[in-house]
């Protein structure tokens, strides 16, 4: 299934859905520029499909990352540079 989460309030495209079953749910991986601070089980969203509209609620947030050595030697929060550019690598090696 292709299809892009959307905030009920904003309609502004949250994500992509990366993958899912009827019995599991959709795993959808969040845009770059929408934090996971926004997201809150029990939020109501919208998933637009080619030709239709699902209407779904947020059940679990997860948080992963692509790169095992970003666990080991986080990046500093202050470096605003190294956190973009983790951001990016962590998105794309995902993607792929």
Same mark, same amino acid.
């Given at each position: 299934?292709?299809?892009?989460?959307?905030?009920?309030?904003?309609?502004?495209?949250?994500?992509?859905?990366?993958?899912?079953?009827?019995?599991?749910?959709?795993?959808?991986?969040?845009? *770059? &520029?929408?934090?996971?601070?926004?997201? /809150?089980?029990?939020?109501?969203? =919208?998933?637009?499909?080619? %030709? +239709?509209?699902?209407?779904?609620?947020?059940?679990?947030?997860?948080?992963?990352?692509?790169?095992?050595?970003?666990?080991?030697?986080? *990046? &500093?929060?202050?470096?605003?540079?190294? /956190?973009?550019?983790?951001?990016? =690598?962590?998105?794309?090696? %995902? +993607?792929?």
């Amino acid at each position: 299934m292709v299809g892009t989460m959307v905030g009920m309030e904003l309609e502004q495209p949250l994500g992509s859905v990366i993958q899912g079953s009827l019995s599991q749910g959709l795993e959808v991986r969040l845009h *770059p &520029d929408v934090s996971v601070e926004e997201m /809150r089980v029990g939020k109501f969203l =919208v998933v637009q499909g080619r %030709r +239709s509209r699902f209407f779904c609620m947020l059940t679990d947030v997860a948080l992963g990352t692509a790169n095992p050595r970003i666990i080991a030697n986080p *990046p &500093d929060p202050n470096n605003l540079f190294c /956190r973009k550019f983790w951001q990016v =690598v962590a998105l794309t090696a %995902r +993607s792929a």
